[in-house]
């Protein structure tokens, strides 16, 4: 007769077989599973050296790029502004280097800078949007006469526009000193800008922004520095919209123009600035507006070419 305690035993035997069967078994999955994971782990590792390699060598080729450009820049626009004139304005966010290696190939091109204004972060500040379109009613000279637009950045266009440039007709000021003055100085009052003492109107313009906005009202912000820099170029000879990486989109006065049929017919705009190539290409459109054309330059996707003349992408 079997037992209780042979029954005991038997259950007992089978629990023990299982477990060491779990152990087992779980000893050799976890082994399968662990080399498993350090075979993925190991070509993961060669796949992230391949590419920190392939990163490597295109920083080393842009850079390469970079320089070629910085050393022939000079070069390939030499005197192609001869006896001209350049007003350079600004943004809150352009790169003093931006500019100043823009005027450096304004020298090289033969041009003179005839001053310099920058636009304040409370000149596209929609919140004194309306101080803005105030001072620019009230400063108004005699003999300019203001877009019908409401829009802040145009009526300051409309307002700074002849103060900035000549009349494409004669080459002569649209207003007189005493009249130039007295904006610059109420819109300095008023903190919207800030101007070099001598500053006198030029044949053409140079309006250098950063890359997109960010923050509630980025669009608005945007779209003021597009829509000023658009009537500027209606004012004279020509002006070319410069701005850092990032400036095409959305968010950008580049894209704001791009998107814009009637300012991109008469402004040129380059997206690249930020790069001795695109500072190369303002000057070379700054040269294409002379001749009465406009297009959109620089490496975004809704640029019709790197430069001038280069064939369309």
Known sequence: MISL??????????????????????????????????????????????????RNALNARLGDAD????????????????????????????????RDALKG?????GATVTGELQLTEAFADQARADQLKDIVTRLLPAGVQLPTAPDPGTLAGGLLGPL??????????????????AVLSGLTDGGFVKATPDLKPAQLAIVLT????????????????????????RSGAGTVLAGSTGSANGTGSVGVVRADTAATSILSTVDNADTPAGQVVTILALVEQLDGQAGRYGNAGNAQAPAPGAPAE
Do not use: C, M, W
């Open 210 to 233: 950063g890359g997109a906005a960010s923050g509630d009202g980025a669009g608005d912000r945007a779209a003021t520095i597009a829509r000023f820099a658009a009537q500027v170029d």
């Open 164 to 181: 900035l440039l000549i009349s494409k007709a004669d080459n002569k000021p649209q207003v007189s000193a005493e009249e130039s003055a």
């Open 105 to 109: 190939l304004i020298a090289n091109a």
């Open 5 to 54: 305690r042979y029954h005991v035993i038997s259950i007992a035997a089978v629990f023990l077989a299982l477990a060491v069967g779990v152990v087992l078994g779980s000893t050799t999955l976890s082994r399968t599973l662990l080399s498993g994971l350090n075979s993925e782990n190991n070509d993961l590792g060669t796949e992230v050296t391949e590419l920190e390699d392939q």
């Open 67 to 98: 320089s070629f450009a910085a050393t022939v820049g000079p070069l390939a626009v030499k005197g192609s502004l001869a006896q001209r004139t350049v007003v350079v304005v600004t943004t809150a966010d352009a790169r003093p280097s931006d």
